[in-house]
Antibody, heavy 117, light 107 residues
Framework: QVQLQESGPGLVKPSQTLSLTCTVS??????????WSWIRQPAGKGLEWIGR???????NYNPSLKSRVTISVDTSKNQFSLKLSSVTAADTAVYYC?????????WGKGTTVTVSS | SYVLTQPPSVSVAPGQTARITCGGN??????VHWYQQKPGQAPVLVVY???DRPSGIPERFSGSNSGNTATLTISWVEAGDEADYYC??????????FGTGTKVTVL
């Protein structure tokens, strides 16, 4: 049973870079034809797709965030990562990682990131 | 960009049927997926590809999709079904799009 776990700082200062890692357990990140994705949810609001990566390194990003987002993968560690630059208070949210086909069938529990000085 | 619109809330009595709609331009030509999210928890996939259920999801959850509206139907509603529900599609120009979300309240 594949499981995902997000990790990273819970507090980031404005204008700095948010960095999160998702660790995949119970299976190889390289197996099957899955993408690996990041999704976020501000408190009391809906879900927003951030981007996805394939184990080849191929990426797609939400156009509204594309200029600030980088997603990378480390197959040797069974991990993929998110970097979001120049953060503001509007980036405060719960960040989820997920396994993706055309839908997200496995989700991490989520990690709260607050942008504040 | 592609937009999916859901009613903000739906209320239903226990044992009754809840229907949650998801509106989008010609959504019937796309595959629609549905997620259930309880407070403080990650979303859970309850229906994929319009009407298929992942293993472990009760048959009470069903989906349909035609024209400009997709529908998630929850039959024999239970108190434990109280949650937020989101529809989602993959669109070639917008990638992954989520609906606005519907809060289901069990009376």
């Amino acid at each position: 049973q594949v499981q995902l776990q997000e990790s990273g700082p819970g507090l980031v200062k404005p204008s700095q870079t948010l960095s999160l890692t998702c660790t995949v357990s119970g299976g190889s990140i390289s197996s099957d034809n899955y993408y690996w994705s990041w999704i976020r949810q501000p408190a009391g609001k809906g879900l927003e797709w951030i981007g996805r990566i394939y184990t080849s390194g191929s990426t797609n990003y939400n156009p509204s965030l594309k200029s600030r987002v980088t997603i990378s993968v480390d197959t040797s560690k069974n991990q993929f990562s998110l970097k979001l630059s120049s953060v503001t208070a509007a980036d405060t949210a719960v960040y989820y990682c997920a396994r993706v086909y055309y839908y997200m069938d496995v989700w991490g529990k989520g990690t709260t990131v607050t942008v504040s000085s | 960009s592609y937009v999916l619109t859901q009613p903000p809330s739906v209320s239903v009595a226990p044992g009754q049927t809840a229907r949650i709609t998801c509106g989008g331009n010609n959504i019937g030509s796309k595959n629609v997926h549905w997620y259930q999210q309880k407070p403080g928890q990650a979303p859970v996939l309850v229906v994929y590809d319009d009407s298929d259920r992942p293993s472990g999801i009760p048959e009470r959850f069903s989906g349909s999709n035609s024209g400009n509206t997709a529908t998630l139907t929850i039959s024999w509603v239970e108190a434990g079904d109280e949650a937020d529900y989101y529809c989602q599609v993959w669109d070639s120009s917008s990638d992954y799009v989520f609906g606005t979300g519907t809060k289901v309240t069990v009376l």
